[in-house]
T-cell receptor, first 113, second 114 residues
Framework: AQTVTQSQPEMSVQEAETVTLSCTYDTSENNYYLFWYKQPPSRQMILVIRQEAYKQQNATENRFSVNFQKAAKSFSLKISDSQLGDTAMYFCAASPNDYKLSFGAGTTVTVRA | KAGVTQTPRYLIKTRGQQVTLSCSPISGHRSVSWYQQTPGQGLQFLFEYFSETQRNKGNFPGRFSGRQFSNSRSEMNVSTLELGDSALYLC?????????????FGNGTRLTVT
């Protein structure tokens, strides 16, 4: 079983600046996957970035990058050059496979113009 | 390619009734998962289907059930509705043809139980 903790309920950032969302997790699995999903007001969950735990290299996806610290069980998301369209709820998730995800409580990110 | 389609988008039901939600996965996707999202409990895994078989189930009572058809479309049923079943129900599909296939979510069905 996995548990995921997001300790920041809300974050606010000025447009074009950088914001970092924190996430810690606990798992008994030897191999697992970590995800960040974005949920805008449209309600659709959109995959932002995905990390396989056995890979040392931090995943990046355009303006989104992660800092994966396996020993510390930490998986933070950095959004660079924030845009108004980044305003959404962001969920961190962990899974031993790709379909049974355990989600954190979410962080609401507001990008200010 | 069309995304994951969930119908209906909104539903209002009365306590004690039953409800069926539908999910059409992305073409070619064989795995369908269901999640419940509430303000209090967050996002919780309900179950996952692959090739018409339930492969995994979350910690929900037996009132929650599902099935998958041969065309990979899936339905979720909740019987004897309770007020606490009010939630956004999200369906997600994936290829599931290799070790890691990311989930693609639909827009969800908002269920309100009165």
């Amino acid at each position: 079983a996995q548990t995921v903790t997001q300790s920041q309920p809300e974050m606010s950032v000025q447009e074009a600046e950088t914001v970092t969302l924190s996430c810690t997790y606990d798992t008994s699995e030897n191999n697992y996957y970590l995800f960040w999903y974005k949920q805008p007001p449209s309600r659709q969950m959109i995959l932002v970035i995905r990390q396989e735990a056995y890979k040392q290299q931090n995943a990046t996806e355009n303006r989104f990058s992660v800092n994966f610290q396996k020993a510390a069980k930490s998986f933070s998301l950095k959004i660079s050059d924030s845009q108004l369209g980044d305003t959404a709820m962001y969920f961190c998730a962990a899974s031993p496979n790709d379909y049974k995800l355990s989600f954190g409580a979410g962080t609401t990110v507001t990008v200010r113009a | 390619k069309a995304g994951v389609t969930q119908t209906p988008r909104y539903l209002i039901k009365t306590r004690g009734q039953q409800v069926t939600l539908s999910c059409s996965p992305i073409s070619g996707h064989r795995s369908v998962s269901w999640y419940q999202q509430t303000p209090g409990q967050g996002l919780q895994f309900l179950f996952e289907y692959f090739s018409e078989t339930q492969r995994n189930k979350g910690n929900f009572p037996g009132r929650f059930s599902g099935r998958q058809f041969s065309n990979s479309r899936s339905e979720m049923n909740v019987s004897t509705l309770e007020l606490g079943d009010s939630a956004l129900y999200l369906c997600a599909s994936s290829l599931a043809d290799r070790a890691h296939s990311p989930l693609h979510f639909g827009n969800g069905t908002r269920l309100t139980v009165t």
